[in-house]
Nanobody, 125 residues
């Protein structure tokens, strides 16, 4: 599986952005796709994840109520709708994918086998 992320940009506080992650290749029905982000000088952190089959979604506390992860299985694409953006959301955003990820690890970067290139999101104050 290969992942291609897109949709980043420069926005102002309170604006919205939608990131996309297109997957190519064969994926199992229990494939999980997630979004992570890394700000300069900080460790990579989880943002959101979604299971390909049942569509269960998971969010970091810092983005709950503002970000929405969704998937379009027909297009093998996962989206991250980001609303009410804040300067602290500024980071490089990465999409990731993996199989056989148990729920307790779904927000852990180490659980994912495949990573896309990052897309920069910058939120100005």
């Amino acid at each position: 599986v290969q992942l291609q992320a897109s949709g980043g940009g420069l926005v102002q506080t309170g604006d919205s952005l939608r990131l996309s992650c297109a997957a190519s290749g064969r994926m199992s029905s229990n494939y999980v796709m997630g979004w992570f982000r890394q700000a300069p000088g900080k460790e990579r952190e989880s943002v959101a994840a979604v299971r390909r089959s049942a569509g269960y979604t998971y969010y970091a506390d810092s983005v709950k109520g503002r970000f929405t992860i969704s998937r379009d299985n027909a297009k093998n694409t996962v989206f991250l709708q980001m609303n009410s953006l804040k300067p602290e959301d500024t980071a490089v955003y990465y999409c990731a994918g993996g199989s056989t990820i148990i729920v307790t690890s779904i927000m852990s970067a180490n659980a994912y086998q495949t990573w896309g290139q990052g897309t920069q999101v910058t939120v100005s104050s």
